[in-house]
C-alpha cells in the first residue's frame, strides 16, 4: 500500500526555517520522482520543489531558489524539504506527491498524495 505522510509545518516568524519530512512506504523511493506541491486559501495546487527518481534533477519553483533544498534518504524512505528564510508568502499547506520517474510541474502526473501538512509564516 502506497502511503506519504508529511510532517514539520508550523507557525514560524518571517526569516525563520522549517524542515518538511514526506515519510514513504509501499515503494521503492529510488525508482519514483517525488513532488512538494503548496497550496494557500483560494489558489491552485503549485509545485514547489521535485527531485526525479535517479536524483538527478532537482526542481525548485523561481520564488524558492535559493531558500528551499529538497534531499532524500533512500534508506529511511523519506524525502526532505529545508525551508529557510521563509517569508510570509510561504504559507499554504504543503503536501507531497509521488509522481513517474521523471519531474513534472503537473499535478495530475502525481498519482499519490500526502495529507499535507500547515506552513504559516507570521509574526
Known amino acids: 500500500q502506497v502511503q506519504l505522510v508529511e510532517s514539520g509545518g508550523g507557525l514560524v516568524q518571517p526569516g525563520g526555517s522549517l524542515r518538511l519530512s514526506c515519510t514513504t512506504s509501499?515503494?521503492?523511493?529510488?525508482?519514483?520522482?517525488i513532488g512538494w506541491f503548496r497550496q494557500a486559501p483560494g489558489k491552485e495546487r503549485d509545485v514547489v520543489s521535485c527531485i526525479s527518481s535517479d536524483d538527478d534533477t532537482r526542481y525548485y519553483l523561481d520564488s524558492v531558489k535559493g531558500r528551499f533544498t529538497i534531499s532524500r534518504d533512500t534508506v529511511e524512505k523519506t524525502v526532505f524539504l529545508q525551508m529557510n528564510n521563509l517569508k510570509p508568502e510561504d504559507t499554504a499547506v504543503y503536501y507531497c506527491?509521488?509522481?513517474?520517474?521523471?519531474?513534472?510541474?503537473?499535478?495530475?502526473?502525481?498519482?499519490?498524495w500526502g495529507q499535507g501538512t500547515q506552513v504559516t509564516v507570521s509574526s
Open positions: 506527491a509521488r509522481g513517474a520517474y521523471y519531474c513534472s510541474g503537473l499535478v495530475s502526473r502525481y498519482q499519490y
Open positions: 509501499g515503494f521503492t523511493l529510488s525508482s519514483t520522482a
